[in-house]
């Protein structure tokens, strides 16, 4: 049959629907505002994130990059405003708090589509490294045994941990448990990965291995990334955009090259000169 005979066909072809989907942001903040009592701590956020981008946030202490991520981890409730997750509403800061809360299938099926990495890894100290990360697929996705133990084997050796699995947190350096603590995230598989300053609990001579993990799940996977680091050097060259907050607002967002060399706020300029000269 010529082609310009095929009639109309309304369900998108499966190239069709990608490019759709795709151009759907990975994340939305919209005029998100959250307070602790009195104190407003995160004021008039707005942040579109594309699918496999790589934010950095920074900003001084107390600024809201914290709060920032634990409103999209659903850690924290929201006062205003709405998050979405891929076009979908995950929160909105006109429900209650309980129905922020929700546990309805629904928003627990979205919020599997996060992951969140902390500062302290907290592995369960009785479990191997394996069994750590085993036990989120098996325990709350509900795969068999044997599937998330294969996936347990699958993600440490993303993070290099192969040859640890079978040892318990107490033998492994810190930057290994957080290798661990990343692999144990990454098992549920989501599509979007929250770091907060996940190296600085560590020594320094174990900061680098920790970033080269997140480096390679930059390169290697289309995972949408934020991270809040204190590492100028390595937001500059990991992430897509830099977001600089001050006082619980975004103050700047831009491209990483142009906010560290051009900034166009004075407070990030402060900011910057003030980090760069500690180090
Ligand atoms: N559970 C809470 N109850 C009351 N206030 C809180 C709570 N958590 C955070 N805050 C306050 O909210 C503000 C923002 O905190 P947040 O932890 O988000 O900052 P941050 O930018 O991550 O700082 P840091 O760089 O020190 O980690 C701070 O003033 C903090 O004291
Ligand atoms: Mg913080």
Redesign the pocket.
């Known amino acids: 049959m010529d082609e310009s005979m095929t009639p109309h066909v309304f369900l998108p072809t499966t190239k069709d629907a990608f490019v759709v989907a795709s151009e759907v942001p990975a994340c939305e903040f919209i005029h998100v505002g959250k307070q602790f009592g009195t104190l407003e701590v995160l004021r008039d956020i707005n942040l579109e994130v594309r699918r496999a981008e790589k934010v950095a946030l920074i900003g001084p202490?107390g600024s809201g990059?914290?709060?920032l991520l634990r409103t999209l981890m659903t850690l924290e409730t929201i006062n205003a405003g709405e998050i979405k997750v891929n076009g979908e509403t995950l929160t909105n800061g006109s429900w209650t708090p309980d129905q922020q809360r929700s546990d309805k299938p629904a928003a627990r099926a979205r919020r599997r589509r996060i992951g969140m990495v902390f500062q302290q890894f907290n592995l369960f100290p009785h479990m191997t490294a394996a069994e750590n990360v085993a036990v989120a697929p098996r325990k709350v996705l509900g795969l068999p045994r044997n599937e998330a133990e294969e996936r347990a084997q699958k993600y440490l050796s993303m993070v290099g941990m192969s040859a640890k699995a079978n040892e318990l947190p107490l033998r492994l350096s810190g930057g290994q448990q957080q290798r661990v603590a990343i692999a144990r995230s990454l098992a549920m598989e989501p599509e979007i990965m929250l770091f907060?300053?996940v190296t600085s609990a560590l020594d320094p001579e174990l900061v680098g291995e920790v970033l080269a993990v997140l480096r390679k799940l930059g390169e290697e996977s289309d995972l949408t990334m934020l991270l809040?680091t204190h590492q100028m050097e390595f937001a500059r060259n990991f992430a897509d955009r830099v977001a600089f907050l001050w006082q619980g607002q975004i103050h700047e967002v831009a491209e990483a090259k142009s906010i560290f060399d051009n900034p166009t706020e004075e407070r990030t300029r402060q900011f910057l000169r003030a980090v760069l000269e500690s180090h």
């Open positions: 202490s990059k914290s709060t907060d300053e809040v």
